[in-house]
């Protein structure tokens, strides 16, 4: 997931000496194009600043003077440039000339994965490991110094903003969440109250979650043993399920593809044993 | 005030948090109104990948970003290793924010710091003093 063997192509809307800046309509147009495909793209023009040069592959478009590409390159040779005049180009071409640019350039590509991730407030959070203990997919870890991160970002299940409701202290963002203060809004003094009953999901739940949830699963399997209908069988589960992401905020699809019990166990217990590793240090 | 106060746009490409007409008016205001800035197609995305991007975006002072909550950005940069300066940062809301009003401040010369820092919490309304019409 990270970034570390590949660069992201950054996109340069030239508009400065020697060349004619676009039309403005023409501007939103490819900016539009460009972003919505995951790029970055800067506006240089003769007015203002804009973020340094870095390792980034950079694809500067523009309309230049007389369709003559400035001669530029990379004194080390770290930094692939490439110079495009796009005069009489459309938005649509623009971005098949920067799509073919970043295949060549073994550039990243965007949008394979909905950027859906925990992000710790850091002014708030207490290093208490409730969401290291609760996570059973490995997302949260610790640093060297035993202080609790966000370690595998792509394990987290999208759209489920359980290990939000744990923290005691609201510190856990999805800022692609909905609401507030999940989704970054500030925390109200009512939002704390609601999250210190929420602490523990397990007394909302009027017990362990995952021992809930094993509870559950348990009942559904002998129910599904005995039953031969899958259909009916399907429906069963759901029901119990819908029934716990009425309450606690999982969506439908997390609880749906939850590992067996003794996984969910297992899984649990390892969590917990690392979040006591890390308190006790 | 500082002439060299960059403009950062997110156009939150992945996610339909930001209302469409809200990002659409502010794009299309920064296209016209002639200034230099970076636009990104999702910093979630980016932090989630630690891209080095966002270092060049927080290298060389002060900006403006036009996102979501400041305590989201905020914290989104700091967990790609490139935190924000808490006085040379200014977060504009385009999910609660008018477009004109996120216009106005981007453009604004003046930098607004706004980041938030320490554990700040909202009083709930009982808390709050009674005010008399
Ligand atoms: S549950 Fe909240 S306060 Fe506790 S370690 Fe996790 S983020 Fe920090
Ligand atoms: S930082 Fe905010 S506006 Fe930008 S992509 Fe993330 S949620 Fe959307």
Same mark, same amino acid.
Do not use: D, L, Q
């Given at each position: 997931m990270s970034l570390k063997d590949q660069t992201a192509v950054r996109i340069v809307l030239y508009e400065g000496s020697g060349s004619q800046p676009l039309e403005p309509a023409d501007r939103f147009a490819a900016m539009t194009a460009l972003l919505e495909k995951g790029f970055s793209v800067t506006r240089a023009g003769r007015e203002g600043q804009v973020a340094p040069a870095d390792r980034s592959s950079l694809f500067v478009l523009g309309r230049f003077d007389e369709g003559k590409l400035p001669q530029v390159e990379d004194a080390a040779g770290q930094v692939h440039i490439r110079f495009q005049d796009i005069a009489g180009l459309d938005a649509t071409r623009v971005t098949e000339m920067v799509e073919a640019f970043r295949a060549e350039t073994n550039s990243v590509k965007h949008g394979?994965?909905?950027?859906w991730f925990p992000v710790i407030d850091y002014d708030r *959070?207490?290093? /208490?490991m409730q969401c290291l203990s609760f996570c059973l997919f490995g997302v949260y870890g610790v640093d060297q110094g035993q202080k609790i991160q966000v370690q595998n970002n792509d394990n987290c299940k999208t759209n *489920?903003?359980? /290990?939000s409701r744990v923290c005691p202290e609201a510190a856990i963002m999805f800022p692609k969440y909905r609401a507030g203060p999940i989704n970054g809004d500030v925390v109200s003094d009512t939002d704390l109250q609601r999250e210190k009953m929420k602490v523990d999901i397990s007394a909302l739940l009027g017990g362990d979650i995952y021992q809930m949830l094993r509870d559950r699963s348990e009942k559904a399997k002998s129910r599904f043993s005995k039953e031969r209908d899958s259909d009916k069988a399907l429906k069963e589960r759901q029901k119990c399920l819908v029934k716990l992401a009425q309450m606690g905020d999982i969506p439908m699809e997390v609880l749906m593809s939850l590992p067996a019990p003794e996984e969910i166990q297992r899984r649990a217990q390892e969590a917990a044993a690392k979040a006591q590793a890390a308190l006790a240090k | 005030m500082t002439m060299a106060t960059r403009i950062l746009y997110c156009n939150c490409t992945y996610a339909q948090v930001v209302p469409k007409e809200v990002k659409e008016a502010v794009l299309k205001s920064l296209c016209e109104s002639g200034v230099a800035f970076d636009a990104v197609a999702d910093l979630c995305e980016m932090s989630a990948r630690q891209d080095p991007a966002l270092k060049r975006l927080t290298d060389g002072g002060a900006i403006k970003i036009a996102a979501c909550y400041p305590r989201a950005v905020k914290w989104l940069f700091s967990a790609a290793g490139a935190p924000l300066p808490i006085e040379g940062t200014e977060i504009l809301n385009m999910r609660i924010q008018k477009s004109e009003e996120v216009v106005t401040s981007l453009l604004d010369p003046n930098l607004k710091p706004n980041l938030p820092s320490g554990k700040a919490t909202q009083p709930t309304p009982a808390e709050l003093p009674v005010t008399t019409a």
């Open positions: 394979e994965w909905k950027p *959070c207490t290093n /208490c *489920c903003p359980a /290990c | -």
